[in-house]
């Protein structure tokens, strides 16, 4: 089983930054895929997506100020989210697929107020 931890929610005021961190722990066989996904509602969006080899990529809405990166030796994935808009508020779940399957954090709440 594969437990994931995600942390570095919290309120800020629009223009400011958060970093999300995300630790994946337990029985991890091949982890090449993690993302970060966002829920206001259903269904949960595709924020930013990271291959074991640092290749990433993130949604358009968040392009240029949202950066995702991995450590692979720490089995951890972050999320620097700058320049923080309203609409970015949600909650954030981190998704992990290894060879046995895919996993979920619990996610963390962040509010960014105008």
């Known amino acids: 089983q594969v437990q994931l931890v995600e942390s570095g929610g919290g309120s800020v005021q629009a223009g400011g930054s958060l970093r999300l961190s995300c630790t994946a722990s337990?029985?991890?066989?091949?982890?090449?895929?993690m993302g970060w996904y966002r829920q206001v509602g259903e269904p949960r969006e595709l924020v930013a997506t990271i291959l074991r080899d640092g290749r990433s990529n993130v949604a358009a809405s968040v392009k240029g100020r949202f950066t995702a990166s991995r450590d692979n030796a720490k089995n951890s994935m972050y999320l620097q989210m700058n320049s923080l808009k309203p609409e970015d508020s949600g909650v954030y779940y981190c998704k992990l697929i290894d060879s046995h399957g895919t996993y979920w954090g619990q996610g963390t709440q962040v509010t960014v107020s105008s």
């Open positions: 337990g029985s991890i066989v091949n982890a090449n895929y």
